[in-house]
């Protein structure tokens, strides 16, 4: 269902990704990191 990957960055000061290691995750990982980074950004400021 998530296509060999997925990330969490809802927790602030941490991002974690899991990925099955393949050509095609591997392109896209600085993607998914990316937008991992923003939830963490925009979730620090959430009270």
Known sequence: MNEGYCGDGGIPGFVMGWLVPNEN??????????????????????K
Do not use: D, G, M, S
């Open 25 to 46: 995750n591997l392109k896209k990982l600085p993607a998914a990191l990316a937008h991992e980074t923003n939830h963490n950004v925009r979730y620090q400021f959430i």
